[in-house]
């Protein structure tokens, strides 16, 4: 049964770091993109940033670019999402997946899963 569980996420100050962990089981996704996405209250999940098989090339939302990097560990199959210069409009659920197509959505592969919370305080 493939699973992806995500952690690190927690309350935070405007301008705090977290960092953020998503470890996949049940199948291997080192060979694919994997990416992160949020869903914020009342609005629909997007994509914060993806990053290829190989580590490179990665892509990142223009709202979180230099602020966020993401990274990846195949052989630990998981994937990490250091968010710095944290914003109260970062407030969202982080989710992680992996696809053929990231940062397209399209087909992603892997069921979502619960998510982790990330609140920035102003």
């Known amino acids: 049964q493939v699973q992806l569980v995500e952690s690190g996420g927690g309350l935070v100050q405007a301008g705090g770091s977290l960092r953020l962990s998503c470890a996949a089981s049940?199948?291997?996704?080192?060979?694919?993109?994997m990416g992160w996405f949020r869903q914020a209250p009342g609005k629909e999940r997007e994509i914060v940033a993806s990053?290829?098989?190989?580590?490179?090339?990665?892509f990142y939302a223009d709202s979180v670019k230099g602020r966020f990097t993401i990274s990846r560990d195949n052989a630990k199959n998981t994937v990490y999402l250091q968010m710095n210069s944290l914003k109260p409009e970062d407030t969202a659920v982080y989710y992680c997946?992996?696809?053929?197509?990231?940062?397209?959505?399209?087909?992603?592969?892997?069921?979502w899963g619960q998510g982790t919370q990330v609140t920035v305080s102003s």
């Open positions: 049940g199948r291997s996704f080192s060979n694919y993109a």
């Open positions: 997946n992996a696809g053929p197509h990231l940062p397209n959505p399209v087909a992603v592969l892997g069921p």
């Open positions: 990053i290829s098989w190989s580590g490179s090339p990665t």
